[in-house]
């Protein structure tokens, strides 16, 4: 008798699910999109997640089908779920995060506080969107974009005329204001089927080139009315949107002291890395609770600060490896990540997490570390 | 690119190695004795460990062969060597964890303080040394023994007849002083071929029938004298014997205030397991870091106090999953490590670990929530 948890796509956030489940000595199975993914070790089935047939082979023996990214179009879930498996987070929750436009309508109508936005299908619309924010705004495509692509600063409706033209009927691309923030923070939360919800401490989260490079757990100054605001945000879109499993809300922290929602992701999430090694219940164990409908593991700290470093590119000589050893010797107390991936400039190869009571220090020993693989 | 580290033997040792593995980016390979190992998931190969072709056609694109036990015979890893393959810890190194008469031998050599022992080929022997120790001994066979198995309390040379009939040529068994000992304890050591070693705090190990039930750590009371004896004694050991990987060094801490090696262990040992939740690296990253000539991790405490309690047996309707919910529910602080076993009587299924501030709140954690596996 095993639990079967089936998780469709192979980039390293299925990979990070595998450690929690072999300790909590669960069966899980990776549906891959092709040979020597990130995942491999899990993977059981190589194909293309939005091919019916091929989702619905893999997902038969499985107690539960899960996520590595957003992606699965919402009639192969739909297949899924008319043949009574379990899918979570489920598509009715899933498609705010597939889609940008639906996801700030709805955190709208909720009274959730977004950034100003408008959706926008004409050039007339582009330019009266930027007329009433100041000549400068935020456009980003409704669906796929992940790490700042899809997403621009604009200042003109011809800085985006190749999305417009691109359009398809009923389609549009979402504007957003370009919002004065101070930082950006991430609320990490987990909700289960039967309703239970269980939230990290909010994350300062900085990106470097619209990608997350640090994430520093928690938030200084975020105690209080910041982590209030924060952790009610999250709760109140979690329930509300019926997520199960993982979600992160990245957020705004403004100049003027709001917080506004940025993304959501229904899923582990880049914010969420320090938990595998700053909590005593990492993101991806608790997402596999989540899924399955098991109790919710506790997520307090286990140091008072953590601080994810992520590991973009990596190492020139193309082995990953190569900088372990002045690496583990100059930081014995870091824990690094890597995450089977060819490395290549800008892309996410790894990670590496630091802890401890002093949060200079454990700055410079996450950063010293990661630094030996970005020579 | 990818540096692949070979485990012979697919039990929960070698299955517990896998998620650090998966965290370092690490190719993990498994030689299971059958299907449906606890390792499974890492498992490249089955077959019979004692047999030269299958552990070299196994061993040949391995960068490093480890071990999940100790009883792979000494001609086939000459083999593996003569092909140039490394092996950690080494067969000069393994021969004295798996032969206990030659391990009483070399540690007096060295010095080492061991119970009172005697090489016994038969009964006159038995005789002889029962009359030099009051009557009671502890008989032990030199090989295949574990978790109790193979040692016998005796009281007379009748009680090993069974024994001494079956020995081979030149062959003996080990006779030892019943030692009166307050507590046993257990010392931790990773030591990588450049020779660089590290230490856990010594723990505090309770058995129950022979086998390991309950692991303190770090012992209760053993900061100073004890810590440094139990250290000492195991860095002599490692460095002496050429140990590379993880060797745990079983100690009686006696009545009369002193410490006696009672066994070794070359490979992660379940006095170990704590580590994964309790100190920043665990035995299994470090056992993975040493065989590979890594610099060794921290090994520092992340709380003051963990506790590890054995589910033995595990739960009698055959579901290892079944007791999760109220588990999880009670405790939520615990990480819980399923081994993918089967439950049987007696059987080592998995752990509980907790972690805190507080040991009798703790212990109360550790208990109560493998208390729900043992029902």
Redesign the interface.
Same mark, same amino acid.
């Given at each position: 008798?095993?639990?079967v948890v089936g998780v469709i796509g192979g980039g390293q956030l299925a990979? #990070?699910m595998? +450690? @929690?489940a /072999?300790? &909590?000595? &669960?069966? /899980?199975r990776v549906l891959a999109e092709n040979e020597g993914s990130s995942a491999q070790? $899990?993977a059981t089935q190589v194909g293309d997640y939005t091919d019916v047939d091929t989702v619905v082979s893999f997902a038969t023996d499985c107690d539960v089908i899960t996520f590595d990214h957003e992606h699965v179009p919402a009639h192969v879930l739909a297949e899924l779920i008319s043949r009574g498996i379990a899918v979570h987070p489920g598509p009715h929750a899933l498609q705010f995060a597939q889609d940008k436009l639906r996801m700030r309508e709805r955190l709208a109508e909720l009274g959730i506080p977004v950034p100003g936005w408008m959706r926008a299908s004409e050039e007339a619309h582009v330019d009266a969107f930027l007329q009433e924010w100041g000549g400068k705004a935020v456009a980003k495509t409704a669906r796929g974009g992940y790490d700042g692509k899809g997403v621009r600063v604009i200042t003109s409706a011809a800085d985006v005329s190749d999305w417009l033209t691109k359009l398809g009927p009923g389609e549009s691309i979402l504007l957003e204001e370009l919002v004065d923030f101070r930082r950006e923070l991430s609320q990490l939360i987990a909700r289960r089927p039967s309703g239970e919800m269980a939230l990290w401490p909010v994350v300062e989260s900085i990106q470097t080139d619209g990608v997350c490079s640090e994430v520093i757990a928690p938030a200084p100054l975020s105690q209080g009315k910041i982590a209030d605001m924060a952790g009610s945000i999250a709760s109140q879109i979690a329930a509300e949107l019926d997520v199960t499993g993982v979600m992160a809300v990245e957020l705004f922290e403004t100049t003027d002291d709001r917080i506004l929602v940025n993304e959501l992701a229904m899923r582990p999430h880049n914010s969420g890395h320090w938990t595998?090694d700053g909590s =005593? =219940?990492s993101q991806f164990e608790q997402h596999l609770?989540a899924v399955l409908d098991? @109790?919710? !593991?506790?997520t !307090?700290l =286990?140091?008072p600060h953590t601080v994810m470093v992520n590991i973009l590119g990596g190492p020139s000589s193309?082995? #990953?490896?190569a900088p372990? +050893?002045r690496a583990? $010797?100059d930081h @014995?107390?870091v824990?690094?990540?890597?995450?089977?991936k060819e490395p290549r400039p800008g892309r996410k190869v790894?990670h590496v997490n630091a802890s401890g009571d002093d949060l200079p220090e454990v700055v410079y020993q996450a950063r010293g570390a990661a630094g030996f693989f970005q020579v």
């Open positions: 008798m095993t639990t990979r #990070m595998v +450690p @929690p /072999i300790n &909590l000595g &669960l069966d /899980i070790i $899990a595998q =005593t =219940t609770r098991l @109790p919710l !593991g506790a !307090g =286990t140091a193309g082995d #990953m490896l372990y +050893p583990m $010797a @014995p107390t824990k690094i990540h890597t995450y089977g790894g």
